[in-house]
């Protein structure tokens, strides 16, 4: 599940004890609730991210050594590109 920039920062937020309620992603949650839906998309958005990069790291594996230079020229361009001149 994709959350959008206004729920990444709510799941940043310390919300008091007395709070009954709240309302993330559309719908209404008990503050109980709301603290095991932040966990779970933090684990899963640590293992999405492991699995990207044993994915890309075995893909690096299999390329040639022209290839892997080829790719982080590719890398630094990109990058070089993306920061403000």
């Known amino acids: 599940m994709k959350l959008t920039k206004r729920d990444i920062a709510l799941t940043k937020i ?6 009954q309620s709240i309302y ?4 209404r949650y008990t503050y109980n609730q709301y603290l ?3 966990s779970k998309n933090s684990k899963d958005t640590l293992d999405a ?7 890309h790291d075995k893909h690096l594996e299999n390329l040639s050594n022209k290839q892997k ?3 982080v020229i590719k890398n630094f361009n990109h990058w070089k ?3 403000p001149s």
């Open 36 to 38: 095991k839906i932040i």
């Open 69 to 71: 230079v080829d790719h």
């Open 14 to 19: 310390n919300v008091p004890s007395s709070v």
């Open 24 to 27: 993330f992603q559309g719908k």
């Open 49 to 55: 991210e492991k699995i990207a990069e044993k994915n």
């Open 81 to 83: 590109k993306s920061r």
